[in-house]
């Protein structure tokens, strides 16, 4: 069946570093790969949108690639600040969004 | 632009009740899908609606039934509530004719249901 993981343990960093989130799937081929923001008792926020045909993109301080042989995406949000706190989510794209759990964030001064 | 609408935010019910939770899309969007989130986990795909057809239906029981009205509003029905429907559910509209493929969903900002 198809499984999509995360980072199980939440991620603690210092302000301005570089946070770098993983999301590995297996038994799927999707085309495209999301990534979502959610903060406590928020639904979901869209923040990239990566196709199988493009191995890096980005937006501002985010940045995502994925390597459909590895079966493997990376996030990585650079000079990271408090308000960056929450959790992300990976999705894959079918007819409808397969999320992952998702990776608690939490980046302190 | 409102975004999307979820009603109502919280709803405490007993097991063995129905619960009916509403939805308004983002405005232009036509199609709306039904999330359920267990706490800790990612959002589980309920089901899909476009054009008042029940598009996709993710894995859950006929207990989960769901409507889309001509204005693309929407609702998702439970009934015989068990302890194990307590979740946060969250709506979801995206564009005109799209699929989730290859375009981003705007979520509403949920409804937490507790079942006692």
């Known amino acids: 069946s198809q499984k999509i993981e995360q980072n199980s343990e939440a991620l603690n960093i210092q302000e301005g570093k570089t946070a770098t989130l993983t999301c590995n799937y297996t038994n799927y081929s999707p085309a495209y790969l999301q990534w979502y923001r959610q903060d406590p008792g928020r639904g979901p926020v869209f923040l990239l949108l990566?196709?199988?045909?493009?191995k890096e993109k980005r937006k501002e301080r985010l940045k995502v690639t994925f390597d459909t042989t590895l079966k493997q995406s990376l996030f990585h949000i650079t000079a990271s600040q408090p308000a960056d706190s929450a959790t992300y989510l990976c999705a894959l794209s079918g007819y409808a969004l397969n999320f992952g759990k998702g990776t608690s964030l939490l980046v302190t001064p | 632009d409102a975004g999307v609408t979820q009603s109502p935010t919280h709803l405490i019910k007993t097991r063995g009740q129905q619960v009916t939770l509403r939805c308004s899309p983002k405005s232009g969007h036509d199609t709306v899908s039904w999330y359920q989130q267990a706490l800790g986990q990612g959002p589980q795909f309920i089901f899909q609606?476009?054009?008042?057809?029940?598009?996709q239906r993710g894995n859950f029981p006929d207990r989960f039934s769901g409507h889309q009205f001509p204005n693309y509003s929407s609702e998702l029905n439970v009934n015989a509530l068990l302890l194990g429907d307590s979740a946060l559910y969250l709506c979801?509209?995206?564009?005109?004719?799209?699929?989730?493929?290859?375009?981003?969903?705007?979520f509403g900002q949920g409804t937490r249901l507790t079942v006692v």
């Open positions: 990566i196709r199988e045909n493009e």
């Open positions: 609606y476009y054009e008042e057809e029940e598009r």
């Open positions: 979801a509209s995206s564009p005109e004719g799209t699929d989730s493929m290859n375009t981003e969903a705007f």
